[in-house]
């Protein structure tokens, strides 16, 4: 069975360069046998990144996806708090570049009109939006986007392809926020391997937007294809979660720059 990994990150593993990190997450994935990951944010995280840091994280990425062009695919880290700059590395890294998706993290909540250049942007190039979102009892971060922040940013942007990361870790509260939004995708990444998570996503979303993600290197594959493997959902959803709805979101602007699967 097909496995693509929509959420991977440069973290959480051995190596001093982001070739060597890239390459022992490959490693980890064929002992799982996964085929494609997506790649995004670079060696050092930054929540609010600058625009100098923001290109350095990206250029990381960059590196290493150039490295294993058959088997990894890059998203372009941007921060809303800086516009022009962000649309700059949209435009070198995804329009002019081999990325092809967005990465949105903590910076600034997703419901911000500030967004909306950057989303405006990303839809003309057909590249799917990962925003991190989260639900959390103590109080998120200052800029930490909801799965509700999310819903607001989809009834502003309904040709936009989003991807609500993690799916708010509360995903009880975070499948119901996306449901009415047939643009936001659920991203089963991160969190503990909780039992019921992929089945109400495919109850409520319908098992065509579900997409597997791991949050490798700071999660397991192996715990997080647990969801997936070991859920009470039909194989024909099982396929799709875990490559089909990747390769047919990401259909169109590999299709543009001439990758072949």
Known sequence: ???????????????????????????????MGIARLCVCMGMQWNYDPKPETMRQ????????IRAYPDRTFGFVYINPN????????????????????????????????SLDPIIAAA????????QHTWIK????????????????????????????????????????????????YADLAGGDPAAG?????????????VLYGSDAGGRSFASQLAKVLGAAIPESARRLILAGNAKRILGPILERKGVRL
């Open 123 to 130: 839809t003309e190039l057909e590249a799917p939006i990962l």
């Open 197 to 209: 998570f992929t089945e109400m996503a495919v109850r409520e979303l319908g098992a065509e937007r």
């Open 82 to 113: 800086h516009t022009t700059a962000s649309l700059q590395e949209l435009n070198r890294c995804v329009r002019d570049g081999p990325m092809v998706g967005v990465k949105l993290w903590v910076a600034e909540r997703c419901s911000a009109r």
């Open 137 to 184: 009892i103590t109080g998120n971060l200052p800029g930490e986007s909801t799965p509700l922040d999310l819903a607001l940013l989809a009834r502003r942007h309904p040709r936009a392809i989003l991807i609500c990361g993690h799916t708010g870790g509360d995903w009880e509260v975070g499948i119901r926020a996306i449901r009415g939004h047939s643009n936001i």
């Open 57 to 64: 994280e990206n250029d990381d990425v960059l590196r290493a």
């Open 1 to 31: 069975m097909e496995i693509w990994d929509l959420h991977c990150h440069l973290s959480g593993v051995p190596g001093d360069t982001p070739e060597s990190r890239l390459a022992a997450i490959l490693r980890y994935a064929d002992r």
